[in-house]
């Protein structure tokens, strides 16, 4: 059970740990899953061949988060933004970081996995499957609640320690105590970043301000940035107020994020704000680090929640409905294409959005990542409003 438990927690683990550092993996956390499941089952079928060695998983496991920290790939800042390794060097290609990640992950699993599988030998089929169950189950649940707690990688870390101490033989295994010091040790350096925090979704870094704006990135990838209200009223931030008939009373911001919209909607003469952000982080860094001190106003409510599950609860009318970009750049486990926010754009969601707006009320949304989502968004509006949407494309973009 011991064994099956450090099994699932060291792979989400590993999925964590490689998509904050490695940006070609940031926007597909399943690469890693993939690689777990080919190395688990590899595992299992080398313990009848006698290849691999449990003994040999704290050592990979601290060799590869060291591969893989040391060898971070990031987007630079600048106007290149160019991809950047150690002390801003080139990064290395794709060709080369992609297979590196895939098979380092798959053989630390195999190595764990070998664990599993010998252990597996000592019960009844149905009795090792039992306990196979309940201690993956229990790494899930573990490591979910570490997430939810915000803890970083040094707890990760001090937890698969104390677990391969406890399944290590009763001999010969001194260095296996220097691996499992390594491994706490390399997976505490993610912890020490003092721009880093972690969310229950990513390794969020908040800088220091730079051109007027405070950046914050998740998985080394530019995601926000905080703004003076006087640059935010300049930016594309104010699209949606210039297509109302008169300033909204009452506000529902989903994708709150650092509080740009929430600033903006309480300059524009917003009664109240509902400020719904998924992200516990980043609503925190807004609120401690915002010029603008939206989230202190006496007007505006935060709800660490889901958008989609916010709506379903909630029986409050608004004037304005405004989805501001809530890109989470996170894939559901287990699905090849679902998103955190996927199920904000879909047909139920929006007959929902179309139930919470007050009579002349306005549902508006942006999103200046992913033009080709343009056409399925309006489809879908138009089919829930029954007329189509008013489409202001700005300068950036191109395109339909």
């Known amino acids: 059970m011991l064994a099956s438990f450090v099994m699932l927690f060291a792979e989400l683990a590993l999925i964590r740990w490689v998509a904050a550092y490695q940006i070609y993996v940031a926007y597909f956390t399943n690469f890693i899953l993939l690689a777990s499941f080919l190395g688990i089952g590899v595992g299992f079928i080398g313990s009848r061949t006698g290849r691999f060695s449990f003994r040999l998983a704290p050592a990979s496991f601290a060799v590869f988060a060291g591969v893989v920290f040391t060898?971070?790939?990031?987007?630079?800042?600048?106007?290149?933004r160019a991809l950047e390794t150690v002390f801003g060097l080139p990064a290395p290609p794709t060709w080369l970081v992609l297979p590196v990640l895939f098979l380092g992950a798959a053989w630390v699993m195999a190595c764990i996995a070998r664990g599993v599988a010998e252990l597996f030998e000592r019960f009844e089929p149905l009795e090792a499957y039992r306990l196979d169950i309940a201690g993956s189950l229990l790494g899930i649940v573990v490591f979910s609640t570490l997430s939810f707690l915000s803890a970083g990688p040094l707890v990760w870390g001090a937890v698969l320690g104390v677990c391969f101490l406890g399944l290590a033989p009763?001999?010969?295994?001194?260095?296996?105590?220097?691996?499992?010091?390594?491994?706490?040790?390399?997976?505490?350096?993610?912890?020490?970043?003092?721009?880093?925090?972690?969310?229950p979704y990513y390794r969020v870094s908040v800088y220091a301000e730079r051109d007027g704006r405070i950046p914050i990135r998740v998985n080394s990838l530019p995601h926000q940035s905080m703004l003076e209200l006087e640059d935010i009223e300049a930016a594309f931030y104010a699209k949606p107020y210039s297509h109302l008939e008169r300033p909204p009373g009452s506000v529902l911001i989903v994708g709150a994020g650092n509080g740009n919209d929430v600033a903006l909607a309480l300059d524009r003469g917003a009664d109240h704000v509902d400020a719904v952000e998924i992200d516990p982080r980043l609503q925190q860094a807004g609120s401690e680090l915002h010029s603008a001190r939206p989230y202190q106003d006496a007007r505006v409510t935060p709800h660490i929640d889901d958008g989609r599950a916010f709506l379903e609860r909630s029986d409050d009318e608004y004037d304005l409905i405004l989805f501001a970009l809530p890109d989470s750049l996170t894939l559901v486990s287990g699905q090849g294409s679902l998103r955190l926010e996927s199920y904000l754009f879909t047909t139920e969601a929006m007959v929902s959005v179309r139930e919470h707006l007050a009579p002349g009320g306005?549902?508006?949304?942006?999103n200046y990542y992913r033009s080709e989502v343009f056409a399925r968004y309006a489809g879908t509006m138009r089919e829930v409003f029954g007329h189509d949407p008013c489409f202001d494309a700005g300068v950036a973009v191109t395109g339909p």
């Open 362 to 366: 306005v549902y508006a949304m942006y």
């Open 71 to 80: 060898l971070r790939v990031t987007k630079g800042f600048g106007q290149a």
């Open 170 to 199: 009763a001999a010969g295994y001194a260095g296996g105590k220097v691996a499992v010091v390594a491994t706490i040790a390399v997976l505490g350096l993610g912890s020490l970043a003092s721009v880093d925090v972690w969310s």
